[in-house]
């Protein structure tokens, strides 16, 4: 569900491997893949399928045994409506969207039970319809069961993830990497998007390092109000991974800023301060990012 960057990405590779997959799309993308299959471009290897299933609806289709839900955040109540016809009560939905309210809002609608949390670092972008562009070392993703215990169905995914070249991590904590993983792209998608430069130039600029350290103590300071609790060490390590980037890597959001698209503001800065309000934890850098960003944003769905 989403089979732009990321989600075709994952797909095309399972697909490869064998798996039965179908690719839920829309647009010139869409039109691209039914009618000529979809290429992946990767310094680990190219891949072209000649013929993909691909559909903008997947009403009438059989359940799945697993979805990979990709969307952008603001896109997820109506994406999780969409796939509502082929959930089975036996289907685990892994979701790799960026945040954490994605994973509440799939929660809501099927259940903790079907849900399996994500996280992925994987760049994956869509070049041009049809046709998915992956650089960079880094193709694997962590998964873990709502409730910590590995299951059966992680192994199976994790097995079939390993055939197709994905490098897969079973977590008992997966959550708790997801709000790491929310830290980290929340703070550096607010400051790749105002100053229209890569992670690893704020990272390294000693005036933006200080303000991505005060976002990222904010983000903390949130999830421990919500009974999360993340090493204390989370935002000097995070930084030291901006430090260590290439200094090409902006994020999706800034990608998307730069390419006139809506931006995900509403799941990153717009979630941190409604939560910020919520919990009556202080957000002023994220309340100043979300008002300068506002203009760009995509609503909520």
């Known amino acids: ?54 559909v903008a609806d997947p009403d009438g289709q059989e359940p ?52 399996i949390p994500g996280t992925t670092f994987t ?69 790749t998007c105002l100053t229209r430069q890569s992670i690893f130039w704020v990272a390294e600029q000693p005036s933006t390092r200080e303000i991505a350290v005060k976002s990222m103590t904010e983000i903390l300071s949130i999830a421990k109000a919500r009974g999360v609790n993340l090493p204390g060490d989370i935002a000097e390590r995070l930084i030291a991974k901006g430090r260590a980037s290439s200094d090409n890597w902006k994020t999706s959001m800034c990608n998307d800023l730069e390419a006139g698209k809506p931006i995900e503001l509403e799941t990153t800065s717009g979630a941190i301060r409604r939560m910020g309000l919520e919990l009556g934890v202080p957000t002023p850098t994220h309340d100043f990012v979300y008002k300068v960003l506002k203009p760009f944003a995509a609503p909520l769905a």
């Open 64 to 115: 799945a045994d697993f979805i990979v839900f990709t969307v952008k955040g603001q896109d997820t109540k109506p994406a999780a409506e969409l796939i509502a016809p082929i959930v089975a009560p036996n289907t685990a939905i892994i979701s790799f969207q960026n945040g954490v309210s994605g994973l509440d809002i799939l929660a809501e609608r099927f259940g903790t039970q079907a849900i």
């Open 123 to 191: 760049p994956g972008t869509l070049e041009s319809p049809g046709i998915i562009r992956h650089g960079g070392p880094v193709c694997s993703f962590t998964i873990g069961e709502w409730d910590g215990p590995k299951s059966a169905r992680l192994q199976t995914l994790a097995s079939l993830s390993e055939k197709a070249g994905i490098g897969a991590n079973v977590s008992e904590n997966v959550r708790q990497e997801a709000w790491v993983k929310f830290v980290a792209f929340a703070t550096y998608s607010a400051l």
């Open 1 to 54: 569900m989403g089979s732009g960057g990321l989600g075709g990405l994952f797909g095309a590779l399972l697909q490869q491997a064998g798996a039965d997959v179908l690719f839920i799309a829309r647009g010139k993308h869409l039109e691209a893949m039914q009618t000529s299959g979809l290429k992946v471009l990767s310094d680990l290897g190219d891949v072209t399928l000649d013929k993909v299933n691909a």
